[in-house]
């Protein structure tokens, strides 16, 4: 009888420590979480949840040259149209993959270099190409593809920058037209490439002095192949500077406000 008092006075004992210590834990728990909630009144930005704003990738494209200035012209064929017609089926074809653009010229216009590189600045634009065809006069079978870039005289914040852009550009353009590789061009002389701010190019397709590569300018299956390979080089430009493709098909770059 001695024995089965003393065991269960002992549990008693037990339970009442036990008791005690849940009772201090939870005290213990109760002050962390009113500290945390004062902490939270006295510094509210604690609490704030970062917010995001969606904004539409923009390319601004530039075919080079229009009005009285011709460009280079050889045996009827006129770059100026040439530079219109190719950036109007790459305007097309980024709008159809859910890209927005703006143009520097839609028709045979005259628009000064600076006007251009404002043109693009005011819309916001994220990526910067303008088109052009090439020529050595006296050199009937010299041809192939170069791109030029130069450093933004005051760069927006951006992944990539005008080389890695011109290095896309020039990947895509002679994989689709089997074009020679004339590498890149650093030019800083020129106002589209340093007046803007975005990453910018420009890139000279092919020769309009080269007998072959003018032919094939002049075909409008030829100036389509070369829009998409510089619609496939946005792109490519696009996803690594950050943007992505968002549910209802268009490309975006999600910002902190």
Known sequence: MGKQYLAAVLMVAVLVFSGAVLNRNMKNIG???????????????NNE????????????????HGGIDDGSSFDGVVEKEVNLDI???????????GVDTVMTRRDDSLIELRERAKIANVAGAHLFISIHANSLPGYPRFGGTETLYAAPDNPIPSKIDSKRLAELVQQEVTRHLGTDDLGLK????LAVLHRTNMPSVIVEIAFLSNIKE????????????????????????LEEDGAFKNKGGQWIYRKQR
Do not use: C, M, W
């Open 186 to 189: 650093y030019r800083p002389e």
């Open 49 to 64: 949840q970062p917010v995001f704003e969606d904004i539409n990738a923009l390319i601004a494209i530039d075919p080079g």
């Open 214 to 237: 003018r032919e094939l300018l002049s075909k409008a299956e030829y100036r389509e192949k070369a829009a998409s390979a510089l619609r496939d080089a946005v792109l490519k430009a």
């Open 87 to 97: 950036a109007l089926r790459l305007e097309r074809l980024l709008n159809e993959a």
């Open 31 to 45: 002050d962390r979480k009113t500290d945390r909630l004062n902490d939270a009144e006295e510094n509210p930005q």
